[in-house]
């Protein structure tokens, strides 16, 4: 199935415009590829088209593209296209770096509110006792 | 070029028919009171019919450039990779055709209104060379009008700003170039008498003061060479003004 | 690389006012660049200089390395703000005459944006509503295989589903030789299809940048950055 469909409810990408969006389409893929949406050595749609789909400057998308390719994440190939990377780690790597990204977001956070380590901990236990039982 | 005349009598086309079927059915009109109403009115009613017809198609061709320099139609002529030389010539072809057509529609409605049928056998007692120093004198008419008509309201356009100033600027400098002209013209004329005889290509000279290079005084063909010339060098500087003007000085607002 | 648009203290003055003091812009090719500011700032002005049919006062300005001219307007695409479509045409004469004129007009790309945008090549221009209207004048415009697209308001006046259909059709013509510089009031609909954004006020810009690099540094979207600079 080709990612990024028009049908896909990525179409309706709600992009905040108040950071870098060529940031934010990596994380989507980074995310997708996590979530094995994406899986490993899948193609990704071009440039031209996913802009067209998402209605942004194919610019930010090639910038998108190069940066992932940067970190390692996807590769080019001239004629054919950008892929998905190969490496069996990545997709463990990527996952683990995501949460450290929420999880260091969520202690800054939580810290400002005013709890420590052990609290915030005990706060988790808690709260995560609470959706398991709620389904 | 041509492909700007084609567009512009697409785009007149119905009005050039509009005003040549006015004047056919009007005429028709005025054939049928031929025998009721007296003479001099029927002939005076064709001869306004003819001139109206005239006035209308020529007032509806300098709007055309009107629209063109002070409307919105601007906008999609002069975006055209087309030289202000092209666009001022391909006016003023359309702007003669058109004008020709219904000159020829009207004058031929006239003839057979008045005459009552149509009848060319009296153009046999003119010589070749009349008919077409006729044919000329007329095109080099409209089209020197019109080369000067357009200028001024180029100019108008390009000095005032504004829609009704800029018109009434024409307007002013369109009444002080033609007595300049005229003046000027008239002068020349009385200075450098000479006259070249078209039929047989003599130089005499005329002391007379219709200046008028296009009055065929009983046959003999006379024009006034000095003004003649001033006439073509006036009528080439108004031309390449206007293509000046068009490329690099006018401004659409 | 050479600038398709090259604009040095570009100034146009009238009468009674001052449009443009000194506008300093260029534009690299494969770039789509908003010049936003707010009525009579001098968006329109610059933009009918750089369309050749308005002459700057002083300064100097070039596009693909030519004064504007007859050879500019063969490499320039420009849509005015205004009813510039001749009422006596049908849609498929509009086309017909543009493809007369210009060489770089693609007739097959025009047919295939006419169905994308729903136009009746047999409908006459007066019966087109204002956002057909709007649509028709920006598929003649993009059809056209040229080094600058200058779009004055695309969006203007439009409901949001044909905004839509602009704003992809805009994105689908890109190239990258060739540029599109865009004026809008609507900042947000279309900021994210900008690469640089310039705004200008009074005749001068304000503030020019990478909109990207402008959101990484302000932490602000273009649209809240225009409501800023222009309070």
New interface residues.
Partial sequence: MMYFQKGDEIMDTE????????LQIMDIIKTDIVTGKLKLKDKLPSV?EM??N???????LQ?SYQELERLGIVFTQRGTGTFVGEGKDMVDDLKKEMAKEVIDSFILRMKSLGFNASEIIKAVSKETMEVKQNG | MFKLIKYELRATFLTIIGICISVIIASLLLMTRKGSWNTDIVTGLSVCLTIGAIIVISISSLKIMSKYLFGDSGYLLFTLPQSGMSIITSRIITALIQISIVTFVALLMCNLTLAGSIDFSYLKNFKVSELLYFIISYIWMIVYSLTLIYFCMIIGKVALKGKKLGKIGSFIIFIILTVAIGWLSTKITTLLPQTLNLNDFSINTQSSLINSNFAATGGVLNINIASTIFDILTFVGLFMGNSYLIDKKLDLS | MDNILESKKVCKSYLNKKALRGVDLNITPGKIVGLLGPNGSGKTTFLKIAAGILHPSKGEILIDGHIPGVYTKSVVSYLPDNEYLLKWMKVRDAVMYFKDFYADFDEKKANELLIFMDLDENSTVKSLSKGMKEKLKLTLVLSRTAKLYILDEPLGGVDPTAREKILNAIVNNFSKDSSMIITTHLVNDIERIFDDVAFISDGEIVLHGNAEELRRDKKKSIDELYREVFK
Avoid: E, G
Avoid at chain 1, 15 to 22: L, Q, S, T, V
């Fill in positions: 992009f905040n415009d108040k950071m870098p969006i060529y031209r802009a067209s998402l209605k942004v400057n194919p610019n930010t910038r």
